[in-house]
């Protein structure tokens, strides 16, 4: 053949296969044949411990695939992960990738599959397979919870956030065991579980359990009952096959209420309350090591306890360094914060705060009062640094309840002119071996403001979703803070002079690329001793009780209540000019409504007029840091004239000079019985709700 023609035939071929490699990748991909190099990889990792789903809903569930394309994802193409269990598809979920390197997906897969495959699918619909991944389920999960059947705020039975993968139990109470399991062998169609008490192996309670291929399923049995008087208990849940074979052995650590503390409907009571899990103790070289709860602080030094109508728990805790907080029926706790500062510049380790204090060597509580009509407990504190260092500043924080619920925080400050203070954030105080996500709801936080206007904050908080909700109104507000997933009753806080949001919204932690916390969360308290604030999540939460930060007004504060400069002694005994400041704000623990709340932040914003006989007013006539009203009797028979400015919600009256018991109480000519007010020789409080004028007349005797 003419060589001629043989160059131009190469020259045709060249261009050909140049032409084709200049087309763009897209428009050839889903066409090409299957690549002899590797364009994706699939790696199995266990679900993030801190994700849901939790508890018996995570049996049966999968691991996760970490999908790697190990080429940019091309924009016109979708890449779809499917799952198979022996041959058959499972589900199919799309996948997206970063647009830089690595591009990366994690997908939380449903159930175990067997198989994995990743494919890619272009425009003209035809599908190419980039990897295969083979997978091996577990072939026997099970997991088993035990609850009392009547929850009871652990506070009730003397204790304080038992570990939340325990069993608290009072005298006799009945309870339930469920289990759940799933097999994917084909060796075991059935199985039985036994539950019974370490304290008496005689008395057990048994169950069926069919176990479907594949399939999760779950029973309840009830728990054994027998009689114990030993505090401490260990239940055992035994799965076994129906040849007798154990597939699973749990053990429950279980704490008995054999003496139930008395507390009063309402009314402050010293006490101890119980703790049963070692303490987690940090070194200074970093290991840990733990040590008994009963030996930590002085046998003088007391718990208190604030028991309100409404079944409302207010607890002073030596395990939170005397941080007062509510105490939830289902095992959380809401803390305000206290008095946090950055003290002068002649070094100090980690904060300044009084949650330092881990030993009490400063902080105080005592209950001032304690009668029919109000509660009041004083805690007294120093902030202090991580090697409780002080600077001579003090803080006394007042806490005054009635039996309507509410109370107030009157906070009162002695520091150095120039001290630059944080006073309010909320925290939730969560039980140990508790992942935030599975406790918290999502709508942690409502704002309503004195108009009647309201914004929801939801957790976690992105300001790119909800960075217009956190812009203030130049109005003061009620804030509603919901403390557990299961809770009723929601923590209450407002100042009328407050008018700014809080500046710090709390965003949440990240592990392995993972949101694995709605909001800030730390394992340095309480309780736990030795370790300094972290800013990661770690495996503390397994060992000590935790808290998660909501939001706070860091170094915004409200317009005190009073201030004045003084000469006077600080805490160190030098005598120096220092700053008196007080700051006071309504607080509760209520299932309110929105209205409702309003009106206790407008009755608590603005007192009603008066007009009174055989009484005088005194200064200073109006109490907010007791929601009182000062009056001296002058009379046997007082009569006030009450005129609300907009509502006036359960008035409370303080009565100083009256001469003996108070016979009778009117109001509007109607005499009241002894459950519509509470009268203790000086207090007297009301419980009304009032919107337009009325009038009490107080008669007492001879």
Not at 460 to 486: C, I, T, W
Request: some cysteine; hydrophobic content about 35%.
């Amino acid at each position: 053949m003419h060589p001629l023609r043989w160059d131009v035939l190469d020259f045709m071929i060249v261009a050909w296969f140049a032409a084709v490699a200049l087309l763009p990748p897209a428009t050839t991909c889903a066409t090409e044949p299957p690549q002899t190099q590797p364009q994706a990889r699939v790696v199995i990792e266990n679900a993030h411990p801190w994700l849901p789903p939790f508890g018996l809903d995570r049996v049966g569930h999968g691991p996760d695939a970490v999908v790697e394309l190990l080429q940019a994802p091309r924009p016109a193409f979708k890449y779809i992960l499917v799952a198979y269990l022996r041959g058959k598809e499972l589900y199919r979920k799309q996948l997206s990738f970063a647009a830089k390197p690595p591009y990366l997906c994690r997908v939380s897969l449903k159930s175990w599959p067997t198989e994995l495959v990743v494919i890619t699918q272009g425009a003209n619909g035809k599908a190419m397979e980039l990897v295969r991944k083979a997978c091996t389920p577990p072939a026997f999960e099970a997991a088993a919870v035990a609850r009392p059947e009547t929850v009871i705020n652990p506070v009730d039975l003397g204790a304080i956030l038992p570990p939340s993968d325990w069993l608290l139990l009072a005298a006799g109470q009945k309870g339930k065991i469920e289990v759940a399991a799933v097999r994917r062998s084909e060796d075991t169609t059935s199985a039985r579980v036994t539950a019974w008490f370490e304290s008496a192996v005689e008395e057990k309670t048994t169950a069926k359990l069919t176990l479907p291929r594949d399939r999760p399923a779950r029973v309840r049995l009830p728990l054994p009952q027998p009689f114990s008087k030993a505090d401490r208990d260990v239940l055992h849940v035994s799965i076994d096959s129906p040849d007798g074979k154990s597939l699973k052995h749990e053990k429950i650590q279980t704490m008995r209420a054999n003496r139930l503390p008395k507390w009063p409907r309402f009314g402050a009571v010293e006490t101890k309350l119980r703790y049963d899990a070692p303490v987690s103790v940090r070194s200074d070289n970093g290991t840990y090591s733990t040590t008994s709860y009963q030996t930590l602080w002085k046998p003088e030094l007391q718990d208190v306890v604030v028991a309100l109508p409404n079944g409302s728990r207010y607890v002073f805790w030596r395990g939170s360094s005397y941080v007062p907080f509510w105490a939830g029926r289902y095992n959380t706790g809401l803390s305000y914060e206290w008095a946090e500062t950055d003290p002068p510049k002649d070094g100090y380790t980690d904060c300044v705060e009084p949650l330092m204090d881990k030993e009490l060597r400063y902080g105080r509580v005592r209950i001032m009062e304690s009668t029919r009509a109000r509660v009041h407990v004083r805690w007294s504190y120093q902030s202090c640094d991580f090697k409780y260092k002080v600077w001579g500043d003090s803080t006394v924080e007042d806490y005054y309840f009635y039996p309507d619920g509410f109370g107030t925080r009157v906070l009162t400050l002695q520091s150095r002119p120039e001290g630059d203070y944080e006073l309010s954030e909320f925290i939730i105080l969560t039980p140990q071996s508790t992942y935030p996500f599975s406790i918290l709801p999502r709508d942690l936080v409502d704002i309503i403001f004195l108009d009647g206007k309201k914004r929801e904050i939801d957790f976690p908080f992105l300001h790119g979703e909800q960075g217009a909700k956190a812009k203030s109104r130049d109005m003061p507000a009620v804030y509603r803070v919901r403390l557990n997933n299961h809770e009723p009753l929601s923590a209450v806080y407002f100042n009328p002079l407050q008018r700014n949001l809080p500046p710090t919204f709390f965003p949440p932690f990240s592990d392995k690329g993972q949101l694995v916390t709605p909001t800030y969360w730390g394992s340095h308290w309480p309780l736990g001793q030795g370790k300094t604030t972290g800013w990661a999540i770690d495996d503390r939460i397994g060992h000590t009780p935790c808290h998660c930060s909501v939001m706070s007004w860091a170094r915004s504060r409200p317009e005190p209540l009073r201030t004045a400069r003084v000469q006077t002694i600080d805490t160190l005994g030098s005598s120096k000019p220092m700053l008196l400041q007080t700051w006071t704000w309504l607080i509760g623990m209520s299932r309110a409504d929105d209205g409702r709340l309003l009106e206790w932040a407008r009755s608590y914003a603005n007192p009603p007029s008066l007009e009174l006989q055989a009484a005088r007013l005194e200064a200073p006539s109006y109490l907010p840091e007791r929601r009182a009203i000062h009056l001296v009797v002058e009379g046997k028979t007082v009569t006030i004239k009450i005129k609300p400015q907009t509502v006036c919600v359960n008035p409370v009256f303080e009565l100083d000079g009256s001469q003996g018991k108070l016979k009778e109480a009117y109001l509007n000519n109607i005499a009241l019985g002894p459950k519509q007010y509470a009268w203790d020789g000086k207090t007297f409080w009301l419980d009304t709700t009032l919107t337009k004028e009325a009038t009490l007349r107080l008669q007492f005797e001879e």
